[in-house]
């Protein structure tokens, strides 16, 4: 009796072995992430593998500046020009904290100094320029680095004879430094006009959101305005011009279709076809037959 209360104790144990418990940390990867449309769980590898939209609903995720430079260009093509310019708090600026204190943490949150990332590279071989904005970094705001990086983007592209693509994401001017982070709505577009004059094509990808002074300077005056599906792409918010015009406003007015079917935008382009539709665009701008 006691050998067999000893065994049945055994077992008890056996079969009450606790599940192995999910380790956290931030030495543990994420694996799998969350649509915010959706609401689906999918695995990152097969996220990565669609360009970062949801198999599910073709949800559009928000790229990181790295992201977006990986699922545009050949791989291995990339080389940066960005990164030499750095921001400065030429007004001493404070409101709830100190504007160099919010500087020092999106440059630790990102990973570069201010919210562009531009360079050289190939789009199934053909040589293009492209800038792209990082909506991690204070929400994309535009500020006096960014307004020379993308005119450093548009001279270059002039001296190597090589289209421009601009990928926005941006909430529009950054207000820790007023009038300066205003300048460069003209700034950028009198950079442009260097392409214009060489008969080089600049193409202007608008992702969500493209917003603010962003919109109403650089990013709306290319050759050729593409959006991604369901982009948010305005001037001001919905509740600033409802309340201006006093007049209703239609449901989804702000999104890239609408404006697609009010002529605001050339093309709206699932960000899986991207490569291939600018391939085949530039092209036919420049006569350079791309390859696969």
């Known amino acids: ?14 079969f009450r072995r606790r599940r192995p418990q999910q380790q956290s940390g931030s030495d543990v990867p994420e694996l799998w992430t969350q649509c915010p449309q959706c609401k689906e769980s999918i695995y990152n590898r097969d996220l990565l593998g669609n360009a970062y939209v949801c198999p599910k609903c073709s949800h559009h995720l928000r790229l990181g500046a790295a992201q977006r430079v990986d699922v ?16 400065v708090d030429a007004l001493d600026f404070h409101d709830t904290e100190a504007y160099t204190d ?37 929400g994309g705001s535009m500020g006096s680095v960014v307004g020379e990086e993308i005119s450093r983007a548009a001279e270059h592209a002039a001296e190597q004879g090589t289209p421009l693509i601009i990928v926005t994401a941006s909430g529009g001017a950054r207000m820790q430094e007023s009038a300066l982070s205003l300048m460069q709505m003209a700034k950028t577009t009198v950079a442009l006009e260097t392409l214009a004059e060489q008969g080089l094509p600049y193409v202007s990808i608008l992702s969500d959101p493209t917003t603010g002074g962003v919109t109403a300077s ?17 001037f001001a918010g919905p509740r600033v011009i409802q309340q201006t015009i006093r007049q209703s406003l ?21 960000r899986r076809e991207q490569r291939p539709y600018l391939a085949n665009l530039l092209g036919l701008l420049t006569r350079y037959e791309a390859s696969a």
């Open 1 to 14: 009796m006691k050998t067999g209360g000893l065994n049945r104790m055994a077992l008890d144990r056996f």
């Open 72 to 87: 545009l260009l050949d791989e291995g093509s990339f080389t940066q020009l960005s990164g030499r310019v750095h921001p």
């Open 102 to 138: 919010r500087l020092e943490r999106a440059q630790a949150k990102t990973g570069r100094p201010d919210a562009i990332l531009s360079g050289s590279g190939t789009i199934l071989n053909l040589p293009v320029t492209l800038a792209v904005m990082d909506f991690a970094f204070s």
């Open 218 to 234: 650089f990013a709306t005056i290319a050759d050729v305005i593409v959006a991604e599906p369901g982009a948010l792409i305005g």
């Open 250 to 270: 239609p449901e989804g007015f702000q999104r890239a279709e609408f404006l697609l079917s009010h002529g605001m935008v050339d093309a709206v382009v699932d």
